[in-house]
């Protein structure tokens, strides 16, 4: 396998993330993301759309790397998203899969982390 393969290939998704993007949507949560992902913004969003996960994040601010000039764990670039949102980091929570880069990028905003 070749690595443009690889950088173009959509991250596995963990069993319940379906399940409990579903719960979040239901319950009015407002949901955005941050990514460190290194394709452009068109492919990335594509990805997305492709998998059916866009249909969760329509309207929302979506951060890539393409997009910042910071990258998480740096608490700028989630300091952005909460901005541009209006949203103050006590009131948000970060979801994540990685401990130093959604985890600790999170805490640096005083979000709440799963």
Do not use: H, W
């Not at 994040?57 to 997009?67: K, N, P, Q, R, Y």
Request: include cysteine; glycine fraction near 8%; aromatic fraction near 12%.
């Amino acid at each position: 396998m070749n690595s443009e393969y690889k950088e173009e290939k959509l991250s596995i998704l963990y069993e319940d993330v379906v399940y409990i993007l579903e719960y979040l949507k239901e319950k009015g949560y407002k949901m955005g993301i941050i990514s460190n992902t290194r394709r452009d913004k068109k492919q990335f969003l594509n990805s997305l759309r492709e998998t059916g996960l866009m249909t969760y994040f329509e309207g929302a601010i979506i951060l890539s790397g393409e997009d910042d000039r910071y990258k998480k764990p740096n608490k700028e670039i989630f300091n952005d998203a909460l901005t541009k949102d209006g949203i103050k980091g006590e009131c948000a929570a970060m979801i994540g899969n990685n401990y130093y880069k959604d985890v600790i990028g999170g805490l640096k905003m005083n979000m709440y982390t799963v």
